[in-house]
């Protein structure tokens, strides 16, 4: 068992060629099976990751402020405290915070990050 403590773990912001805006991540470490990662990813206002996809899926949960998650069909939908998005393997989609609020969620993402260019501003963010 390996246990991480997320209070002892420092942020640092996140490489922007991946992301719009400011962003800080905590690196719980690595997931071993199946292989990925745990990341408590801060968003200000109007950041968001770039469009992008994960072989084995990724599971998001909302820890704090308000934000979205978008597909590459043109689905968009708001999270928050509490909600569980699931991203299955290989779809392309994006997160982040909404235009007025700064979202924080933990990401748990499996299989390597292919990522694959900007997304869209969608509420003016």
Request: overall charge negative.
């Amino acid at each position: 068992m390996r246990i991480a403590h997320s209070d002892g773990v420092p942020s640092q912001p996140a490489d922007a060629s991946h992301f719009n805006g400011s962003v800080q991540m905590r690196n719980l470490g690595a997931v071993e099976a199946p292989r990925g990662s745990a990341l408590i990813v801060t968003f200000a206002a109007g950041a968001r990751t770039h469009w992008h996809r994960h072989p084995d899926g990724q599971l998001l949960y909302g820890i704090d402020g308000a934000g979205h998650v978008g597909t590459r069909d043109g689905e968009t939908v708001d999270i928050g405290p509490g909600d569980l998005v699931y991203a299955p393997p290989g779809e392309v989609h994006w997160h982040g915070a909404s235009a007025d609020a700064a979202l924080t969620h933990l990401a748990l993402s499996f299989g390597d990050t292919e990522w694959l260019g900007e997304s869209p501003d969608v509420d003016g963010g």
